[in-house]
């Protein structure tokens, strides 16, 4: 018996049985689990995509979901770059906002909800461009302005100035005041001509050549 039991050990070691097929599954990401690890699926990146604009089109009409997924992507660009969570750049309602109401001047983006003094400063005319197509540019002292009233009148005053940079008559010696000087008489809004003179940057030339343009300019608020 002991060498028909050797006899058969040595037959079934030439034949092996074969062995079952290795089990594959499939969790319900898409992805193949063999053997408990996993192995991502042919396609995941594209329903990644897929489910994102779905998710763009749910939150927003179809007429905005082209913008807001446009200011997504600057968003999640601008959160790599600075290592940062998205939201930490600005949240969801946030860019939401923009799409719809597409602010076209810093002026509208910093009424959007959200858009403090510091992000305005930090992104506003980043996303911006992504609205518009186009950034704007903007002098530091108007900068300081955004978003309160006496930016409506500094713009009043700086096209005022433009119109009389040579004069009523468009021949005169060309005069202008400098951005600060702008800024000092939108924030101070002088009411005389004294006033007025009395601003630095200003005097008796320039007093004498945007004076009463510069007033109009500041009664029409």
Do not use: W
């Not at 309602?93 to 930090?122: N, Q």
């Not at 955004?146 to 010696?173: C, F, M, S, W």
């Amino acid at each position: 018996p002991r060498l028909q039991h050797l006899a058969l050990q040595r037959a079934g070691d030439e034949h092996p049985r074969p062995r079952a097929p290795r089990r594959v599954r499939s969790d319900r990401a898409g992805a193949r689990s063999e053997h408990g690890v996993c192995h991502a699926a042919d396609g995941d990146g594209a329903v990644a995509v897929a489910a994102e604009r779905s998710s763009v089109r749910a939150l927003v009409s179809d007429e905005d979901a082209a913008l807001l997924s446009s200011l997504k992507a600057r968003r999640r660009a601008l959160a790599e770059a600075a290592n940062v969570p998205a939201y930490v750049i600005f949240p969801d309602r946030t860019l939401i906002e923009m799409a719809e109401r597409r602010p076209a001047t810093l002026d509208a983006m910093a009424g959007i909800t959200g858009v403090g003094a510091k992000k305005l400063e930090s992104y506003g005319a980043i996303f911006l461009e992504v609205i518009t197509g186009a950034a704007e540019v903007v002098h530091p002292a108007r900068m300081r302005l955004v978003g309160r009233p006496e930016g409506q009148i500094y713009d009043r005053l700086a096209a005022a100035q433009l119109a009389l940079a040579r004069g009523e008559n468009g021949t005169g010696k060309y005069l202008s005041c400098t951005h600060s000087t702008l800024r000092q008489i939108a924030e101070r809004q002088p009411s005389t001509l004294s006033e007025l003179d009395r601003i630095q940057g200003m005097g008796p030339l320039k007093t004498e050549r945007f004076g009463a343009a510069f007033l109009q300019a500041l009664r029409d608020d």
